[in-house]
């Protein structure tokens, strides 16, 4: 039995309890860690398919509880709901290449595991629900056009499918007890405690250190790209503005000036790796393009991303000059090889 509860934190989460699901992953790491700097009380909630050494450094924290726990298993989730004022839920099988490999698991997590812990949250009567979707699910836009979240969505692969219906079903129960945000965010780059080199700025500048060239398969696709530490600043925004800007809606996560061609990217990884020896063949393996603008979170909430791509490419060499991973092609660094 369970006792829906008002929280003391709808207009503006400040110094809750914060469930984010996904945790130990590659943004919900570091969202954890700064949650915890910021005073809340944190719960992880994680399947831990990539371990728990993203939470090394902070586990000790006595405002952190961690629950190795699958979104699917509603029991598990309820006993944890009990005194969450918010819910993050980042818990995903993330990129194209990961739900491809396993589909049945992508349907299972990105669908019907989001759905679940946004219909168990609402039963607890958690109001702040935070759901990270994604840009990919614009799929392709026209070549002059940038979209906005009024734009149609037109998934070009299956990651961006589960995405969309997980969506739907999310905004459809909110109500005046229940406020889901979707966030679509661009694509990620930069260091986390869960390191990736699956993600095209990470696996450029990982490609120019270690091998000295790239392959790029076109180089027009247009991609909009954020620091993970951007995309944890987002989400403390949305933690702290008030219900009613917030709530129900829909923000795309990016900056105005974060759209970059494939080609441009290659351009900044030559700043940083002026030896890098690029290939481009025609073949456009990925078929994804598009252009998005992000002035509805930045007018209405002030947010504006602070790092830039070469940021990025720079803070991933200095890692890898000083060898911080043993090895960069562990399987834990890449989201296909682990299911």
Request: with cysteine; proline share 2%.
């Amino acid at each position: 039995m369970f006792f829906p509860r008002t929280s003391k934190f709808l207009n503006g989460a400040k110094l809750g309890t914060v469930l984010v699901t996904g945790g130990a992953g590659y943004i919900g790491s570091m969202l954890v860690s700064e949650l915890l700097k910021n005073g809340y009380q944190v719960k992880v909630y994680d399947k831990m398919m990539f371990g728990v050494e993203s939470l090394a450094s902070f586990k000790s924290s006595p405002n952190l509880q961690i629950i190795k726990g699958d979104i699917l298993d509603t029991a598990s989730l309820e006993r944890n709901m009990i005194d969450v004022d918010t819910v993050v839920h980042t818990a995903a099988i993330v990129g194209e290449a990961a739900c491809a490999a396993n589909q049945d698991l992508a349907i299972r997590t990105n669908y019907l595991g989001a759905v679940n812990v946004a219909k168990i949250s609402k039963a607890y009567g958690i109001k702040r629900f935070i759901y990270f979707s994604t840009c990919s699910t614009y799929g392709k836009s026209d070549d002059e056009n940038e979209v906005d979240e009024l734009s149609p969505l037109r998934p070009m692969d299956f990651y961006g499918e589960t995405k969309i219906y997980a969506e739907r079903d999310i905004i459809r129960l909110a109500d005046e007890k229940f406020s889901p945000i979707i966030l679509r965010l661009s694509t990620v780059y930069g260091l986390s405690h869960r390191m990736r080199f699956d993600l095209v700025v990470n696996i450029f500048s990982k490609k120019a250190h270690h091998e000295g060239k790239i392959t790029v398969f076109g180089g027009n696709q247009w991609r909009p790209l954020i620091h993970v530490s951007d995309v944890v600043k987002a989400v403390l925004t949305i933690l702290e503005a008030s219900l009613s800007k917030v709530g129900g809606r829909v923000f795309n996560v990016g900056g105005n000036t974060e759209n970059y061609l494939i080609s441009d990217l290659i351009n900044l990884v030559k700043e940083v790796f002026p030896e890098v020896q690029v290939e481009t063949l025609d073949a456009m393996t990925d078929q994804r393009s598009y252009r998005v603008k992000f002035g509805k979170i930045e007018q209405e909430l002030g947010f504006r991303p602070e790092h830039t791509v070469l940021d990025g490419i720079r803070e991933i060499k200095n890692a890898l000059d000083k060898k911080t991973f043993v090895n960069v092609e562990d399987r834990r660094y890449y989201n296909h090889l682990i299911q």
